[in-house]
């Protein structure tokens, strides 16, 4: 009876131009020899796995695309690709799949099946930014993307608030970069000036800016956002 195979998530860049400082050679190592990979974007994975290895064989490779709206019907054919021996590599457009990312419903049919999960070493916003923010690393929330619609995103604000001052746990939460400015707004209409916010900005980038202050200080001194992406963390 052939064993089964296992499933890789893979971490990628979030950054450009870091790919050798932040993917580890045992993932080098491991993933050229992978020839089955469930993916949030084929442009980008691709680009990775020639990034990464210049004569990867893209062509005797298959591709199977999952995006952020988890519309993903490859459940049959993954099953069968697992079961019969083969190794699948899962990664998202940056970062680490499943977390802010797709590629949980991957990991669960994985755990159905019986299947090893093995995560990867590599480059994690959400956890790097909390590591240096100084915030609560023992007890946090992460919210994902905040509401877009004004009543919901003051209320969702409100909220955040209330669980700070009440268990003193760290908030964390992202947005797409063009909305970066706007958000930042909001918290400084709607936040405590007494309480801290910690700005993480283009992690691993050339621009990174890791900075913790209170809201009062960010009033005086507000942060100019450009398109890179960021992580924010709120809290005492």
């Not at 992978?34 to 994975?45: D, G, H, I, N």
């Not at 190794?87 to 949980?104: F, K, N, Q, R």
């Amino acid at each position: 009876m052939l064993s089964k195979g296992k499933l890789y998530i893979i971490p990628v860049p979030i950054s450009d131009d870091t790919l050798h400082k932040v993917i580890p050679d045992y993932n080098r190592e491991l993933i050229a020899n992978m020839r089955c990979f469930v993916v949030e974007k084929l442009k980008t994975a691709r680009q990775f796995l020639r990034g990464l290895i210049s004569d990867f064989p893209i062509d005797d490779s298959v591709f199977f695309e999952l995006d952020k709206h988890a519309n993903y019907t490859a459940d049959n054919e993954l099953k069968t690709v697992l079961l019969s021996g083969q190794d699948i590599g899962l990664m998202s457009e940056s970062g680490y799949p499943g977390v802010a990312d797709p590629g949980t419903t991957v990991v669960q049919l994985a755990h159905r099946l019986g299947v090893e999960v093995i995560p990867l070493v590599g480059p994690g916003s959400v956890f790097m930014a909390l590591a240096a923010s100084g915030l609560n690393g023992q007890g946090f929330t992460f919210h994902g993307y905040l509401p877009k619609k004004e009543n919901d995103l003051h209320q969702t604000l409100k909220n955040i608030t209330q669980q700070i001052s009440k268990s003193g746990y760290a908030q964390i939460f992202i947005e797409t970069p063009y909305r970066n400015q706007a958000i930042f707004a909001e918290i400084l209409k709607n936040i405590p000036g007494d309480m801290q916010l910690t700005i993480a900005y283009d992690i691993t980038g050339e621009h990174q800016k890791i900075i913790t202050r209170p809201l009062h200080a960010w009033k005086k001194e507000p942060f100019q956002f450009e398109k890179w992406p960021c992580v924010f963390i709120l809290g005492r």
